[in-house]
């Protein structure tokens, strides 16, 4: 559940896990590991434990595995899948790992083998989405046709339909920077709002969009920068704050795994906005927890986060001047 309440005391921070606290230990003991370059039998148990207590909540444990992957480096994800073959927690961070390591410059890694992965793992767990997920990630970092993720999309959304890390690699795809265009990001949020709840895992994605498009018209320079402002008082972009300011910070509305990262999404895109009041009542809905995007754009994440957090955070809200999410429920 996150933590929606500013602790006393406590200093921004960035945590890859968020407000899971579960899973912070679980990665503590993991880097631990990593910077001995073993792995002990009691954190691989961990490790299986943390990602098994997620059970059917696919996001969540999409969440746990992509933190884990970032923490456990290179070769411990294929030591614990060398002791454990057929474990699908197993298959899944190797695949997590390879998808990691593929991104860097002159990698090694074979995304067919990566596939055959995941076809393994998706057969040792039919109902997961997971494995799907993984796999249409190694296709959108090859920029393979949009007719091979045709099918994998559709057995993603046959099993979670509103999965946040799914909608976001086909953000990530369909977007100008990669293989689609600024039409095809409108007709995949148009899909979305026609059906998805607003509360969930995936409620950030329009957002994730008009925080693209405004960091595109920002790094083109010329008259698209000086105009990248006007994004905001576009009637679709105002309506998405609008809702996302008045419901999301409110106590038990977002309870997906990434909803400390979506909150982050909504105070950036609120600040860009000049809506400086709602801003500070979605940063104190973060408890303080920075996430690395959306605030690297603009230089040192935590140090734009702490900066904006102790500008509009600071105020009482039981004053009644942080905006109208504090003063309205649905």
Known sequence: MPVFRRRKGSLPRLVPELDDRTLGQVRRRVETCW????????????MADVIDEAGQDWDRKAHRLAVLAR??????????????????NALLLHAWSDLLQARQ?????????????????ADLLPADPTPWILHLATLRLERRP??????IWREIKARDPWNREAHLQALGYLSP?????????LDLLDGVRAGMPPHAPA?????????GSHQRAAAGGGLAALGAGEIWRRPDAARALDDAAHYWPGPGFLTHAAALADLNLLAYALIKAGRTAEAGTALRA????????????????????????GRYAAVDPDSG??????????
Do not use: K
């Open 146 to 151: 949009s007719t091979e993720l045709s099918a």
């Open 105 to 121: 410059q002159d990698s090694a890694v074979d995304l067919n083998d990566t596939r055959d992965t995941c076809r393994l793992a």
């Open 35 to 46: 910077s001995r370059g073993s792995l002990d039998t009691a954190v691989m148990a961990s």
């Open 71 to 88: 923490s456990a480096g290179r070769s411990l994800p294929g030591i614990w899948r060398q002791h454990n073959p057929q474990n699908q």
């Open 177 to 185: 920077d990669e293989c689609g265009s600024s039409a095809l990001v």
């Open 321 to 330: 001047s942080t905006g109208r999410a504090t003063s309205r429920r649905r």
């Open 203 to 211: 409620a950030g994605l329009e957002l994730t969009a008009l925080i």
């Open 286 to 309: 973060t408890g303080g927890v920075a996430t690395p995007w959306p605030w690297s754009m603009d230089g040192d994440a935590l140090e734009r986060y702490s900066h904006f957090h």
